[in-house]
């Protein structure tokens, strides 16, 4: 049978993007992709860039109380939210134009509109037309998750929250995972009041609980009033802005009310039961190892699949689909042992487990530290900066690293290298630390805070 293609892809985010231009520029492949938004997709248009980007402006207020301290002549003046919202918008035109570029100069056949599937070999776009391919990928990634309560159209999503016409003096966050937690963050950075509700007993919920009561304390003394065990139960737009009820009965007014609490698979509407694939619980698109589906033709990667909701995740995903498809040569993706960041304020990396999942596989030794940074301490400052690791007492195997500091996210990009690699603590032991750092307590911790049972050598 001859196909119009040899793969189309929906949906144009980073797996989508990288698995369509290297099928096409490195493997010959006759490759079509659609997506009826931006390019980018969420990372690049509405995820980790302008949230990079906006954790980057929030910090400034801080640093610069913290440079006066030091000794420098710095006076703090108001934030110009229309003037960064500009330049980050500019920024995201910028980005995308250059994603748009490498899928031209690799061949793809760019359709911008949305597609669907009309059979297991065929997508048909808005404008009516069909096309054909050997291969379908589905990379259509995630999207916010709103609660059916009253009044929840009053208030914005992820999604919505780069492009305020104006930066609001009080704001409600709902929810308390990292995309919650990061937004509480930023918005006090940049001035604003802000209230964040979270319905369970401790923010950042699966997370080490150690690292989750060390960035709660620290983002209460620096003013986010968190109320856990609290949620909305209703939205009223007033003249004085958005009422907000809680499970308590008490009744707010803020300006902007932000709801982060999810995300779900992008399936809607896809076409792809009528393909004859299934979909799971919450949207998903079920896959194999190899990211193909129950059905043949078609395969999925990214955050549409429910697996690692992470950029670099995908991008891998959509290489290993590359890889198994046009070159033969079948190819899992690791999903073990990722490393990650929470840009929260401040962040935390980690990768491993946590020592609630590894005391469950016990017996481990935690070593832990929490002290004040020598930036911190000469200027007086009370914020203080976690250290963890968790170790296997059998195989002395280092399961898990847990930082909260400023950069923790640089700092577990390479500290995964060596959980990735089995490193055991005498193997963090013989590395001679860089002194004076943060890090180098990674290298000093002697002696165990803590000891549990169990059986860890499988983990």
């Not at 982060?260 to 698109?285: C, Q």
Request: charged share 25%; hydrophobic share 40%; glycine share 12%.
């Amino acid at each position: 049978m001859s196909f119009d293609f040899d793969l189309f892809v929906i949906g144009g985010g980073s797996g989508g993007v990288r698995a369509a231009r290297v099928a096409a520029a490195e493997t010959g492949a006759r490759v079509g992709l659609a997506e009826e938004s931006r390019m980018g997709g969420t990372c690049v248009i509405r995820g980790c860039v302008p949230k990079k980007l906006m954790v980057f402006a929030s910090e400034y207020a801080e640093a610069m109380r913290e440079a006066r301290d030091y000794g420098w002549d710095v006076r703090i003046g108001g934030f110009d939210w229309p003037a960064f919202r500009s330049r980050l918008e500019g920024e995201l035109d910028r980005l995308e134009g250059i994603y748009n570029r490498l899928l031209e100069g690799s061949g793809v056949e760019v359709f911008a509109q949305r597609a669907t599937l009309a059979d297991p070999h065929k997508v048909r776009l808005a404008d009516g037309t069909e096309l054909t391919a050997k291969h379908i990928l589905i990379a259509t990634g995630g999207w916010p998750a709103l609660p059916d309560l009253p009044g929840v159209e009053h208030a914005i999503t992820s999604n919505e929250v780069f492009h305020l016409d104006a930066l609001p003096e009080r704001l409600l966050v709902v929810g308390g995972g990292y995309i919650a937690c990061e937004m509480a963050c930023i918005f006090n950075g940049l001035g604003t009041q802000v209230t964040q509700y979270y319905r369970g007993p401790q923010i950042l919920r699966g997370f080490d609980g150690e690292a989750r009561e060390h960035i709660a304390g620290h983002m209460i003394r620096h003013g986010v009033d968190i109320r856990c065990n609290t949620n909305v139960t209703a939205l009223r737009r007033t003249a004085a802005g958005i009422e907000a009820t809680d499970t308590a009965g008490e009744v707010r007014i803020f300006d902007q009310v932000l709801f982060a609490t999810g995300r779900a698979p992008n399936t809607a509407g896809l076409g792809l039961e009528g393909a004859g694939v299934a979909l799971g619980a919450r949207g998903e698109v079920p896959v194999d190892e190899y990211n193909q589906t129950a059905v043949p033709s078609i395969f999925a990667i990214g955050d549409v699949t429910d697996r690692v909701q992470l950029t670099p995740v995908a991008i891998r995903e959509g290489m290993a689909f590359v890889e198994t498809v046009f070159r033969g040569n079948p190819t899992p993706v690791d999903h073990e042992l990722i490393p990650s960041a929470v840009f929260t304020q401040p962040e935390y990396g980690m990768v491993g487990m946590s020592e609630e999942a590894a005391r469950e596989a016990g017996p481990i030794e935690v070593y832990s530290t929490a002290f004040r940074p020598m930036h911190k301490g000469f200027i007086d400052r009370e914020d203080r900066v976690l250290m963890k690791l968790i170790v296997c007492a059998k195989t002395r195997r280092v399961l898990g690293v847990h930082i909260v500091a400023d950069h923790a996210g640089e700092m577990i990009q390479l500290a995964g290298i060596a959980v990735k690699m089995g490193a055991t603590k005498e193997d963090f032991d013989r590395t001679v630390a860089v002194h004076p750092t943060m890090s180098e307590e990674l290298v000093t911790l002697k002696t165990p805070v803590r000891r549990t049972g169990g059986d860890c050598s499988g983990a």
